[in-house]
Each structure stands twice: as structure tokens, then as C-alpha cells.
């Protein structure tokens, strides 16, 4: 592969300290959680030691104690709509809670880290059964006030929002609520993670992971009209969605900062085979979501009530959540949150040129706020970049002399005066002039 001079000194990851989430912090957090007895949708929502109701109360009362100790930097917002359906029949209210920590410079840019609230057993319907829901999903939600906990006290030019979603197991409707939330008061969404059933490091078939998590990605996007798809397909962007882009993103800062302990095994597929979570909303409307999963699942302790049989145990219980796990999966999260919240946006659009020539010219859209830009490249048989060259905040263009537009793919990202990498947009082609115009 060839390698271009680099005309400035390569930029680095955000040269912050390294997060440090509490394995201790995190068991109180489940804990707590699990105590409600239930946090199932149609539970009670007025009981006050159980339900979803109880336990929505008590997330929002710690955001708002995290934020008097930052200086009110959380706005606490209870956010609700009434949804129907196969597994609410007789229609139910669904509530978010969410801490929105607003931006400096460039408010209305927004990432988005999240985990559902609601617990179930085996059947779905049951509101009334003891439902732990440790992992499922108290971990994502645990995972969440721990970045909130430890990225508050901090300031960024993009605004975070940390939510607890509620309705995951009834429908995604939480994830659904949210999204539509972000979508009405104009958010500019730039990532989702999604954190759900992320502490559990034993596999129903024996396995014992402890230095991997799944990110699930989408390809071919969800919100992509049949025009988009078709140019998706003509320029190879399969692989280099805005979720997949994201994905890789996560994949980037586990090799940059390998103190954490974790390799990100990214899947090519929206979710898990034939199933689903509250970041596919998000991708329905347009937004990077992925899904954070650990990298091996107990199926005896999801969806399942809390018993014995014939010796094997079954339930979503604290005792099965590795919290020396959760804590690395939190430390991946909350780096990837102070990086993409510190980056100036991505590239709106990136055009390339070269056919029937060895070089390829590269054009993007400037960005308000960028320090410099990145332009990536790699092998047109290979899914990871591999080449870059960084260029000052006033260029919006450059040719890559011998680098040739048939064997390779591209992409540009903005970069912060600290470094903070964008999401890579993907190398398009021009838009096709308009009928009757003239070339």
C-alpha cells in the first residue's frame, strides 16, 4: 500500500485521563435495580418500593443529585407517550428518563448513551412476577449512570444525553420515544449507543469471555429510500453506513486505548439474528445507533422466572453479572462518549473523482469548528482503513496521486484542535445534474 507524506503531524485519540467506572458503583446501581421486585412495563407505576414506576423515580432522583454536584450541568427530564400493542393490549404509558448535559459550542449535536429499564420473565405479560432483570438490562442502565457520573463534571462542545428507556420488552417503544423526541426538537443526532444485557461473561454453552463485547451495526441502512440503496450499492458502501462508521469508531478506541481490556467484535447485522433493541427506532429515522452486547449470552438468564429445575438454575439474577466486565464495557463507552462529544461534526458529504485515471481526487463539505481533516482509504477488498493523510481546517480538498479510485475506497472525518476524530464519511460520487442541465 503507498503511503502519502503526511503535511501536518498525525492528530491522536483525546489525551484525557483514562476512565475509571466502579465495579463497587456499578453492583450498588444493579442492586438497587433489582431490588423493585419488577420493573416491568405494566407494572405499577405509583407503588413506591416496587415497579417501573419506583424505580424511574429513583434513576431520575440520582441524575438529579449528580447534577447538584456539577453545578446543575443535568438538565432531568421525564419524558412520556402512550403506546398499544400485542404485549400492552389495553394501551399503556411509557416514560424516559433522561439527563441531558447540554453542550458548550455546539448544543445541538447530540450523542446519545442508553439502556431500558423494563425487566420481564418468560411470559411477557406477566407484570406482577419477580423480574430482576440484572443484566437484562440493568447493566446497560447501571453502565449509563456511571457515564454519567463520570463524564458530568466535564464540559464538551456537543451535548450528551444519558437515558434510561423504559418499554424495550413490549416493543423498542422507549427506544421509539426517544428517537422521536430527538427527531421533533430538531437533535442532530450524531451517534446512539446502545447498551443492553452488556455484564454477563459465561455463554449457555460454557463459554467464559471476559475481554470481548459484540457491536452491532447496520449496513444497508433502515431509513434508505430505494435511490439511496441503489447508489449505496454502485459505490461499495455497503460497509460504511453511518452505524458502521460508529462501529468502527468503537472499534478504533478499543485498539487506541488498550488499558481497558476489551477487543470490539464488530458484527456486521443490526442486532442479534432475528431479534432486536431500542437503537432500531433510531436507525428507522435516519440516526448511527449501534448496539452494545457482551460477547457471550446465558439464554437460562434472560426472560426466564426465578427457579430451579432438576438442578439447573434459571433467572436474571446479580449473582451472574461480572462487574470487573461491566466496568471495562463502561470505560469503552465513556471514552467513545468524551471522543465523538469532543469532535466536530462529520463531514456532511464527501465526493471522489479519478475514473479511468491512477489518482483520485477526494472533495468534502467544510465543518464549522474544524481544526483539521482526515482523509482515510484502504484496499477496495478490506473493510478497515488503513491509510491517512491529515490537512488544515481550510482545505476541502485533495488529490492522492497514484492512489487509484478502482482499488480503493475513502472517507473524511473532521478533527478537533485535540484531536477528537468524526465518524468517516464515505467517498460518494457526484450527484447527477438535474434533467435538461448541462454537464
Known sequence: MKKLPILLPAFLLVAAAPPSPDPRALHATVAKLVSFGTRHTLSSTSDPTRGIGAARRWVASEFTILSGKCGDCLAVETIGDNFTGPRAPGGVRVEDVIAIQRGTTDPDRVVIVQGHIDS????????????????????????????????????????????????????????????????????????????????????????????????????????????????????????????????????????????????VVAVRRPDRFQRGGDHIPFLELGFPAVRFTEATEDYDRQHQLVRTENGRRYGDTIDWVDFPYLARVTALNVTLLRELASAPAAPGRVVISGAVSDDTHVAWDAVPGAAAYRIRWRSADGNAWTDSRDLPAGATSVDLPHVNIDDHFFGVSALSNGGAESLVTFGGVPPAPPVGSKR
Open 120 to 263: 420481564r420473565v418468560n411470559d411477557v405479560m406477566d407484570s406482577t412476577a419477580d423480574a430482576p432483570g440484572a443484566d437484562d438490562d440493568a447493566s446497560g442502565v447501571a453502565l449509563v449512570m456511571e457515564a454519567a457520573r463520570l463524564l458530568s463534571g466535564e464540559k464538551f462542545p456537543a451535548t450528551i444525553v444519558y437515558a434510561a428507556l423504559s418499554g424495550e420488552e413490549q416493543g423498542l417503544w422507549g427506544g421509539k420515544l426517544l428517537a422521536t423526541t430527538a427527531k421533533a426538537r430538531g437533535w442532530k443526532v450524531a451517534a446512539v449507543l446502545n447498551n443492553d444485557i452488556v455484564g454477563n461473561t459465561h455463554g449457555i454453552g460454557g463459554e467464559h469471555i471476559t475481554d470481548r463485547v459484540r457491536v452491532f451495526s447496520e449496513g444497508i441502512r433502515a431509513a434508505a429510500d430505494p435511490s439511496d440503496v441503489t447508489q449505496q450499492r454502485g459505490i461499495g458502501g455497503e460497509d460504511d453506513s453511518p452505524s458502521r462508521a460508529l462501529a468502527k469508531a468503537a472499534l478504533r478506541t478499543a485498539q487506541a486505548h488498550r488499558d481497558i481490556g476489551l477487543k
